[in-house]
């Protein structure tokens, strides 16, 4: 089984809509994760951290559940300028293990 | 933006040859990575330096070698390019040990060898 598995999408949501995308992680020693975003043919850049906590950077909200082993990424208002792949990596010693990436198309 | 310079950008090649691709920084981190990049696999660690001369093994590090012989650079080298091992090439550096830092990403190299 993948270390990190999310749904690779495509997610088509409109402009100003509310889309959820999680990611479930099998290592439960993973001590910390990230989501990152990659638009097409680009390297990836780091979006957010995810704190168990939970933490909100303007319209995105990241969230860990380390009883149920998934984390999820929640963006508020999305724009056109959101349109990306999101992947959502996790972090051992020194391996980060990252998802194969949800791809976002947000469509006016 | 980290300051991470990939070279070359692009390149083709043919099979049996040798290749070698080059990350340079300019943030003085220790810990530098080579990731490749395919379809259907997401990112996958082909090798990993934790500083001048000390470097190990990722996921996928046959028909691989690297070299760190400077803070600064991390060399990639295919001894024999194999159409299998054409992908997109990412360079990666952190500050500290993955778990406590994220990465930054070098803009890639698109590597084709036919």
């Known amino acids: 089984r993948k270390e990190v598995e999310q749904d690779p999408g495509p997610f088509n949501v409109p402009e100003g809509a509310t889309v959820a995308f999680n990611c479930t992680y099998s290592?439960?020693?993973?001590?910390?994760f990230f989501w990152y975003r990659q638009d097409c043919r680009k390297e990836p850049k780091l979006l957010m951290s995810?704190?168990?906590s939970g933490n909100e950077d303007g319209r995105f909200t990241a969230q860990l559940n380390r009883a149920s082993q998934y984390i999820s990424l929640l963006i508020r208002d999305s724009k056109l300028s959101d349109s990306a792949t999101y992947l959502c990596?996790?972090?051992?010693?020194?391996?980060?293990?990252f998802g194969k990436g949800t791809k976002l198309s947000v469509i006016p | 933006d980290a300051g991470i310079t990939q070279s070359p950008r692009h390149k083709v090649t043919e099979t049996g040859t040798p290749v070698t691709l080059r990350c340079h920084q300019t943030?003085?981190?220790?810990?530098m990575y080579w990731y490749r990049q395919d379809p259907g696999h997401g990112l996958r660690l082909i090798h990993y330096?934790?500083?001048?001369?000390?470097?190990d093994k990722g996921e996928v590090s046959d028909g691989y070698s690297v070299s760190r012989s400077k803070t600064e650079d991390f060399l990639l080298t295919l001894e024999s390019a194999t159409s299998s091992q054409t992908s997109v090439y990412f360079c990666?550096?952190?500050?500290?040990?993955?778990?406590?830092?994220?990465?930054?990403f070098g803009n890639g190299t698109r590597l084709t060898v036919t």
């Open positions: 990666a550096i952190s500050r500290t040990k993955e778990a406590n830092s994220p990465l930054h």
């Open positions: 290592n439960s020693a993973s001590q910390s």
């Open positions: 995810v704190y168990s």
């Open positions: 990596v996790g972090a051992g010693s020194y391996q980060l293990t």
């Open positions: 943030e003085n981190h220790r810990y």
């Open positions: 330096s934790y500083g001048v001369k000390d470097t």
